[in-house]
């Protein structure tokens, strides 16, 4: 039996709305309902406190006519309810976005079809939130599920109450008192078999390890809640300093890590990395202490590489046209009339310099070393090009030709890559 207090569903639904000021009672909430026990619960709890609700069910076709028949027990409960319940079938879709892709898991691809026809949902019918059904003992899950993972940020921190529009109002609430909720009101619910299967991690989690751990001691629920929340609210304000000292919208600009931001921004910067396309593992061949000067990781729009003095560089790649800022250049005047071209440095770009009262040529790779130069000021370096030979490279140097000059000279300007 749950120590919890009869009702406590329902009133963890409104202090939770009260809470975090959703107007439960103002605005519409699309529910996603499996038609299980904790989303029938959450169904019942919503139409008792007369909260507008609407309803959404996915039926994958993967259980046969168990499938069918969650939908049909959905449907007649919404009936019942006089709530307006709205129903994928994935199987019968033509759309070609519930189609699975390749390097899906089948609980990945479930996932992507089951959000984005709620958000389809809640955009035609102007829902403001998505209630999901996840509970306390779900939380507690989670510590585990991602400790297996190595993602031990996102293991104490658990599950988040908000997350955007997707709420999770049932959050602080134990599967013991949603039992006794439906038992109370003769209500049964469906009950999905593969919930029992033990080749998914959640229910290897569930069976091995979280159940005999509760059976002995059922607190270790109230006690794990009360740790995640004090260790969300830390994980927030480290966050908060991270977005501060790194603001996203700066990264065109490049940013400086050192070695050790990983641990003192513990969990944020791995979050950011990733949403960058990178993965756990880019991360720990950049920052991990037997990294090596020069190491290198890219996605399709950023790079992120190890330079001297333990530092890390991180950019976005940018082209020409829409970052540099202009670039003025003085060129003999008849130069004007030749072929100039603005571009970028390439491998293996050379240029003929002044050595005393020499003239040598270099190659421009080697110039960036003498002038010790990141990855970053060599990748936006600008070159100018005239009749194929290049004169001048941005911030370095100029050719001999052009440095020793005795022609009368003009200011051209750059503009990206266009001269004016």
């Known amino acids: 039996m749950s120590n919890q207090p009869a009702n406590y569903l329902l009133n963890s639904i409104l202090a939770e709305s009260n809470r975090w000021e959703w107007n439960l009672d103002r605005q519409l909430t699309l529910l996603g309902v499996s038609g299980g026990r904790d989303s029938t619960a959450m169904l019942l709890a919503f139409v008792e406190l007369k909260l507008p609700v609407i309803v959404g069910h996915v039926n994958y076709g993967l259980r046969g006519e168990d499938s069918d028949g969650d939908v049909e027990f959905v449907r007649e409960l919404c009936d019942k309810l006089e709530v307006k319940c709205f129903i994928l079938n994935v199987k019968d879709s033509k759309s070609g976005r519930f189609e699975i892709r390749s390097g899906e898991s089948t609980q990945v691809w479930a996932r992507r079809v089951r959000y984005d026809f709620f958000q389809e949902i809640m955009l035609e019918n102007g829902a403001v939130y998505l209630a ?50 439906l038992k109370h009101r003769g209500v049964v619910w469906r009950e999905d078999a593969s919930n029992e299967s033990l080749k998914y991690l959640r229910n290897k989690v569930r069976w091995g390890i979280v159940t005999p751990l509760l059976a002995e001691n059922e607190a270790l629920l109230d006690e794990f809640l009360e740790s995640s929340q004090h260790f969300q609210v830390s994980f927030d304000e480290i966050r908060q300093q991270f977005e501060l000292k790194w603001p996203r919208k700066d990264l065109k600009k490049g940013f400086w890590f050192k070695a050790d931001d990983r641990w003192t921004y513990w969990g944020v910067l791995d979050d ?138 003009v200011e051209i300007v750059v503009h990206g890559k266009n001269i004016g």
């Open 272 to 409: 950011f990395m990733r949403g960058l396309g990178f993965t756990s593992s880019d991360v720990e061949q950049i920052f991990g202490l037997t990294s090596k000067v020069g190491a290198l990781r890219e996605t399709g729009n950023y790079v992120m590489c190890k330079e001297r003095n333990s530092q890390i560089l991180l950019y976005e790649k940018v082209v020409i046209d829409d970052f540099y800022d202009d670039w003025r250049i003085n060129v003999p005047r008849q130069w004007k009339e030749k072929n100039l071209e603005i571009r970028q440095w390439q491998q293996g770009d050379k240029i003929k310099i002044a050595l005393g009262n020499k003239m040598i040529t270099k190659k421009i790779s080697d110039v960036f070393v003498d002038l010790k130069w990141n990855r970053l000021q060599k990748q936006r370096c600008r070159i100018l090009v005239v009749d194929g030979e290049i004169m001048a490279v941005e911030g370095a140097l100029m050719s001999w030709e052009l440095q020793f000059s005795g022609e009368i000279m």
């Open 132 to 181: 999901v059904a996840h509970h306390l003992q779900d939380h507690f899950e989670h510590l585990f599920i991602y400790l297996s993972r190595g993602q031990n940020h996102h293991a104490f921190s658990g599950m988040r109450i908000q997350n955007g529009k997707l709420i999770r109002p049932m959050l602080k609430v134990k599967p013991s008192s949603i039992v006794e909720f």
